[in-house]
């Protein structure tokens, strides 16, 4: 059987932040893979870099040095609209969604934007393919008409759901998407994920300090401590025999805690969530 393809490759990624002698480096010689179809877990505490790594993943940031391929191409040395091109493949959900979201624009236009920018479609178009993805996400088509501050956030992060799945992305890279939300609202849209990613096939790079999240989600995890990759390997093993200290140290402290969030169900995808 063959390997799967290789979709995302990050090679010895540095980025400093500051000038000489008070600067920062919030990622350090940090290196991945990401292959097609599948979770890969990135966690750590608060300051450990994971969020700013995300962020040179898909060049929102531009490192300072290290390299970044996507199916090979090397994403740092695209000119703009080949940039452009390239980040139809690719979507980020945010860990606020009431932040990434427009305020003064519907939940549908918020959900067509993507396809409004890329010129795909005409507004009809583009309103069925957001009221398409609305249901998809669990909420209603009437749920198109109102404004992201009328909706509960979990109902939100599902509209941002929808928008990041609006140009049928292979990679989605989420940020802590579940840690603004209420467990119980966790649980659903960590389900969610789940579901649409066994539906569409799309890969995940999911960041979070909820190991019990990645327990269940990723098959593999980076284990990350300012700034640096401090254990790497299957998720299984990683928190079945620990090797470094800080991870066994973060798998005691908080692992625990989180246990509520394994007996979540997926649920039916015609379903409402009234959340």
């Known amino acids: 059987m063959s390997e799967p393809q290789v979709l995302l490759r990050a090679v010895n990624l540095v980025k400093d932040f500051g000038g000489?002698?008070?600067?920062?480096?919030?990622?350090?010689?940090?290196?991945?893979?990401?292959?097609?179809?599948?979770?890969?877990?990135?966690?750590?505490?608060?300051?450990s870099g994971k969020s700013t790594l995300a962020r040179l993943l898909i060049r929102l940031i531009e490192p300072t040095s290290g390299q970044v391929f996507y199916r090979g191409e090397d994403v740092l040395a695209l000119a703009p609209g080949d940039l452009r091109r390239l980040?139809?493949?690719?979507?980020?959900?945010?860990?606020n969604?009431?932040?990434?979201?427009?305020?003064?624009?519907?939940?549908?236009?918020?959900v067509s934007e993507p396809?409004?920018?890329?010129?795909?479609?005409?507004?009809?178009?583009?309103?069925?393919?957001?009221?398409?993805?609305?249901?998809t996400v669990g909420l209603a088509k009437r749920h198109g008409d109102l404004y992201p501050h009328a909706l509960s956030?979990?109902?939100?992060?599902?509209?941002?759901?929808a928008r990041a799945l609006a140009l049928e992305p292979e990679?989605?890279?989420?940020?802590?998407?579940?840690?603004?939300?209420?467990?119980?609202?966790?649980?659903?849209?960590l389900s969610l994920l789940m579901?649409?990613?066994?539906?569409?096939?799309?890969?995940?790079?999911?960041?979070?300090?909820?190991?019990?999240?990645v327990e269940r989600l990723a098959g593999r995890v980076l284990v990350m401590?300012?700034?640096?990759?401090?254990?790497?390997?299957?998720?299984?093993?990683?928190?079945?025999?620990?090797?470094?200290?800080?991870?066994?140290?973060?798998?005691?402290?908080?692992?625990?805690?989180h246990r509520p969030l394994e007996g979540a169900e997926i649920p039916e995808r015609t379903s409402l969530v009234d959340d």
């Open 171 to 189: 990679l989605l890279i989420c940020d802590e998407p579940t840690s603004a939300l209420d467990v119980s609202i966790q649980a659903q849209i």
């Open 225 to 257: 401590d300012r700034g640096r990759v401090v254990e790497a390997g299957p998720t299984a093993e990683v928190f079945g025999n620990p090797a470094d200290p800080y991870t066994r140290a973060l798998l005691g402290s908080v692992l625990p805690a």
């Open 20 to 47: 000489r002698g008070g600067g920062t480096r919030a990622v350090d010689t940090v290196s991945l893979e990401v292959a097609a179809g599948e979770t890969l877990g990135i966690v750590g505490e608060s300051g």
């Open 115 to 135: 396809l409004r920018i890329g010129r795909i479609g005409d507004r009809r178009s583009r309103r069925a393919r957001a009221e398409e993805l609305l249901e």
């Open 97 to 110: 969604p009431f932040g990434s979201l427009l305020p003064h624009i519907s939940v549908a236009d918020n």
């Open 195 to 213: 579901g649409l990613q066994a539906e569409l096939g799309f890969s995940m790079v999911f960041i979070t300090h909820n190991l019990a999240v």
């Open 153 to 161: 956030g979990g109902q939100n992060q599902r509209v941002a759901i």
């Open 87 to 95: 980040r139809s493949q690719w979507q980020m959900v945010f860990q």
